[in-house]
């Protein structure tokens, strides 16, 4: 961003006409301390070496230094926008609102810098370019901002993938389409597909408005169609249709409002008895609340910094019999700190959750069981930011509070031979209390290509433990109990991160596991999107 030979001249007028000071001009702009005896002589001294380069890089280093350690006064007059046939000028307008605020050169300079980042995120332009021109003649002290911008030239975007989850031996197609500033409002129209071959499927679309009406933070409107299949786990299927109203959107702060039509099937007519009793239609409308602060240098390999994240949920604000009130609450706490050798890091951190219903009758009514906790699964715990989720060595919904399925009945009215598919099996329900911690150290590995490519090593220690509390539970919980049941895992891994996809292969010891707990020690694979 360049300031114009007519803003250089205006600054340089601005100074009162003394001898002092013109003594102070013949050193910075002629770079000579001689002296002169009449004025003639100093406009004819003037003229020679305006016209020389010496001359004028003088000038500009006077004027570079002024503007880096004095506060130069200089206000906008006016902002003229170019290059918008079809996006509206008030979206770009709501944008530039810093720079009118603006009274310093310095100050112009850093709200320019804001608002090419802030157009820049809209995501509908292919380059933003601004630059301060010269004010009226008659306004001394007064730039114009001139903001040129190119529209995108191909505003229909798609993504495509395929994503592997080793842990619940299952794979994922996912696609996606996206319509950017439709009617001019920046406005960003989105369709996605996801199919899993084994368990989730989902089609959504929705839009997303930078301002509307004046509003100071995007709003974001998503209508979807979820089913998962958790019969392997849970011996239940759910299928969700829903709306998502995003109130605020910010760096730090989201708010979103839920409306769920949630219904939970059990095709298999196996499940257990708390599962059974969870089956039927349910109508969830929730207020979400997040808070995150993330200082940490990478989100896949952080080396410095930490992050929190605070993530509160209230369902059934609506006056309707089926409507599923609970309260949700979850923290995540990180932190690294850098090592000085090899690029390693330690990597901490700790993370709680507490789901419980509200309402008349809440301490003898369990929680519904897809809002609950489920700990295990092989996706990173550095990279997983949110809440207690991640225990490697330990499957997906591998532990936790379970409950032996139905047997399965024959034509005969008698129980099936084969018990390895009916009471063997059990449902894992899930807790209403989670708490999850890990340790991991990152380091480079010994041979040059490995460290170009990315690739990198590292050591890790997982704990957590989940359990019960509605239907009176947290009476017979006491803290020595909830810890001695803590289950925990140590390992070693390599880490490939591509353009793809990135990949872990880690050897996982499972430390401590309890009966029925689906632990395993041995390699484990885990594909996830690069972010």
């Known amino acids: 961003m360049a300031i114009p030979e007519e803003e250089e001249e205006q600054l340089k007028n601005q100074t009162p006409n003394t001898d002092t000071d013109e003594e102070e001009e013949d050193e910075l702009f002629n770079g000579d301390d001689d002296e002169f005896d ?9 003229e020679i070496e305006d016209s020389s ?19 130069v006064p200089l206000r906008v007059h006016d902002v003229i926008i170019k290059g918008n046939t079809k996006t509206k000028e008030s979206i770009i307008e709501s944008e530039l609102e810093s720079l009118r605020d603006a009274t310093t050169v310095q100050g112009l300079l850093q709200a320019a810098s804001i608002a090419n980042s802030r157009l820049n995120r809209l995501d509908i332009f292919d380059s933003v370019n601004i630059t301060l021109d010269s004010g009226p003649p008659e306004l001394p002290g007064t730039t114009n901002v001139v903001v040129e911008v190119v529209e995108l030239k191909n505003p229909l ?10 842990e619940a031996r299952s794979w994922s197609l996912e696609g996606s389409l996206k319509l950017k500033n439709l009617f001019g409002y920046g406005d960003l129209w989105d369709g996605s597909l996801t199919y899993g071959w084994d368990q989730t499927s989902e089609v959504s679309a929705g839009v997303a408005l930078p301002r509307l009406k004046g509003w100071w933070a995007p709003v974001m409107t998503r209508v979807s169609l979820l089913s998962q299949d958790w019969m392997k786990f849970s011996s239940y299927k759910e299928r969700a249709l829903g709306i998502s109203l995003g109130l605020i959107s910010t760096r730090n702060h989201e708010l979103a409002s839920t409306f769920s039509w949630r219904t939970l099937t059990d095709p298999s007519q196996m499940a257990s008895r708390d599962v059974r009793r969870q089956l039927g239609h349910g ?14 240098n990478s989100p896949l390999r952080p080396t410095s910094g930490y992050a929190f994240v605070s993530t509160s949920h209230i369902g059934g604000l609506v006056p309707d019999y089926r409507a599923l009130r609970t309260i949700r609450q979850e923290f995540d706490l990180r932190y690294s700190l850098p ?9 901490v951190g700790v993370a709680a959750g507490v789901v419980f219903p509200w309402g008349n009758g809440a301490l003898n009514t369990p929680s519904y069981l897809p809002e609950r906790f489920f700990l ?21 919904r591998g532990l936790g509070p379970t409950q032996p399925r139905r047997r399965q009945v024959g034509e005969n009215g008698a129980a099936a031979e084969n018990s390895e598919d009916s009471s063997s099996e059990r449902d894992y329900l899930g807790g209403d209390l989670a708490v999850t911690a890990f340790a991991d150290l990152s380091f480079d590995l010994p041979l040059r290509v490995f460290r170009e490519a990315g690739i990198h090593g590292h050591l890790f220690g997982c704990a957590g433990n989940l359990t019960k509390l509605t239907e009176n539970a947290f009476r017979y919980l006491s803290f020595q109990s909830f810890r001695d049941s803590f289950r925990s895992s140590a390992g070693f891994g390599i880490i490939v991160p591509t353009k793809l996809f990135r990949m872990e292969v880690n050897y996982c010891y499972v430390l401590k596991q309890l009966e029925h707990d689906r632990g395993k020690t041995g390699v484990q694979f885990s594909f996830s999107a690069p972010l």
Do not use: Q, W
């Open 157 to 166: 975007t798609g993504d495509f993938g395929i994503f592997s989850k080793p």
């Open 53 to 71: 380069p010496r001359s004028h890089k003088a000038r500009m280093e006077n004027l570079f230094r002024r503007i880096s350690t004095e506060g």
């Open 339 to 347: 090592l000085g050798f090899y690029h390693a890091a330690i990597n």
């Open 38 to 46: 009449d004025d003639d002589d100093d406009e004819e001294e003037l």
């Open 376 to 396: 295990g699964g092989n996706s990173s715990p550095v990279c997983t930011l949110g809440g207690p989720t991640t225990l490697l060595g330990f499957k997906s």
């Open 283 to 296: 109508l969830l409308s929730s207020l979400k609340y997040t808070f995150k602060i993330d200082k940490r």
